[in-house]
């Protein structure tokens, strides 16, 4: 597969990095090509307008924006494009990401925002629907995704074996 950017993952501060880069985990896993920023919404009015012009014409298809507290990149972001934009809430604040969940999933009608999980599981999730964004017009990442959920499948079915002969033991 290209390992030419395709998908851009834009955090608000350094300090998004511990949890964003789940997200990047995903993208190695499945060999798609990505770029990470730091831009913020209301720190970098300018950076991140400048990021989002530019992104269409360097290959960029879909965008994923990490951010804590009161959480406006997605909306910002997603204000400057029609590129597809996955918010993904962060736990920044003593309200623990709830303040980023609701700034990011409640936008109002006419330019939306696809609102993931906060934390990590928003960024791993964050990474899987961008790759099934991609696998829309990728037969190679859509064969992947789905080798993807056969293993994870397995995994729980396995789990599942490893359970029933703890019970029979007690
Ligand atoms: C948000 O404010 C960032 O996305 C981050 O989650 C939060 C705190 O930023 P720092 O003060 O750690 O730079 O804009």
Redesign the pocket.
Known sequence: MSTEPRVGVL??????WSVMQEAGKVFKQFGIGFEMKVT????TPERTHTYVSEAPGRGIKVLIC????A?H?AGVVASGTNLPVIGVP?A?TDLDGLD?LLSTVQMPGGIPVASMAIGKAGAKNAALFACQILALSDPELATALNTYRTDMAASVAKKDAALQSKLADL
């Open positions: 955090m608000g501060s350094d300090s998004d913020s919404a209301h720190r990490g951010a804590g507290a959480a990149l962060l920044a980023a």
